[in-house]
């Protein structure tokens, strides 16, 4: 990796347009453990309910960098209770972030942090949006940084949110309130708050139960392989199907 100091390219920010698709698509390989489909990078180009920026080497016009976007209606969003109470019943709305990312050799230069400004601008300029909002696996530090150092807040953990290469894990929710955005916290909120924790815990610990059934129902099945030589092959493909359905920030 390249010095801060050393290497000083000029960044040029702009929104990503449909001659980008290869870069977007390699980057987003090179960087992430799951894969995208080629309809998420076709709607990413093509703009197609994803809201995308790019950040460019200025003299090498290489993409070295990117953000996407969608906009999402608060009142069927997972963070309503964390926004104020007429979110839920009017037609604000909320920017979630689907992916980040900055090529290796540009790393620590100020790029994610200036993507995610222009995020942020344009959620602040959209007169019903709230607030600009996240996941991101729990043990992905310089991400987990670079929200703190913008001010987003943490607003809760989701146990077993991700779910790859056969491996749970979690993730932290940040959201940056844009517009007054942010719920006052009143008893009554509080009180929701309270409720959709304990909702979210209940779903997890399902979720959990589940699994050690999956578990059995896997051991089972291989001794039963091994018993009669029949394959679990269909199976096995339910699981690795949920690993490509996955399309936000990790
Ligand atoms: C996370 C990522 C986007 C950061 O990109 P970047 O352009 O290097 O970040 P910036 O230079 O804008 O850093 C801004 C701040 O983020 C934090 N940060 C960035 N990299 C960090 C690191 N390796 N360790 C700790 N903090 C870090 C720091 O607070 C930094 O501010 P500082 O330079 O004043 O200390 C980049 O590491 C990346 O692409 N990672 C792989 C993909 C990914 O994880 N995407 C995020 C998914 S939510």
Same mark, same amino acid.
């Given at each position: 990796m390249l010095e801060k100091a050393a290497y000083s390219p000029t960044i040029v920010y702009r929104r990503i347009l449909p001659h980008d698709l290869k870069a977007v698509e390699q980057l987003h390989a090179a960087l992430f453990p799951i894969r995208y489909e080629l309809e998420f990078f076709l709607n990413v180009v093509n703009s197609h309910g994803i809201i995308s920026w790019a950040a460019v080497d200025? @003299? =090498?016009? @290489? %993409?070295v960098g990117f953000v996407t976007t969608r906009i999402i209606l608060a009142k069927e969003s997972e963070i309503v209770d964390l926004l104020k109470s007429e979110s839920s019943r009017t037609e604000q709305t909320l920017v979630y972030i689907l992916t980040l990312g900055v090529s290796e050799q540009y790393r620590n230069l100020g790029i994610a942090f200036s993507l995610v400004q222009e995020v942020i601008k344009y959620g602040s300029d959209i007169s019903s949006c709230r607030a600009v909002y996240l996941h991101v696996i729990d043990y992905n530090e310089p991400a987990i940084q670079l929200y703190k150092k913008m001010s987003f807040k943490l607003a809760r953990r989701l146990q077993m949110f991700y779910y790859i290469r056969g491996y749970h894990y979690d993730s932290f929710l940040f959201v940056y309130y844009v !517009?007054?955005?942010?719920?006052?916290?009143?008893p009554l909120e509080l009180i929701t708050s309270f409720a959709v924790h304990l909702k979210n815990l209940f779903t997890s610990l399902r979720a959990k139960l589940q699994r050690n059934d999956t578990k059995k129902l896997e051991r089972w099945l291989k001794c039963k392989e091994r018993d009669s030589? %029949? =394959? !679990?092959s269909q199976q096995n493909k339910r699981i690795l199907g949920a690993e490509n359905s996955l399309s936000q920030c990790v």
């Open positions: 200025g @003299e =090498t016009q @290489e %993409l !517009n007054g955005g942010q719920s006052p916290c009143s030589s %029949l =394959t !679990n």
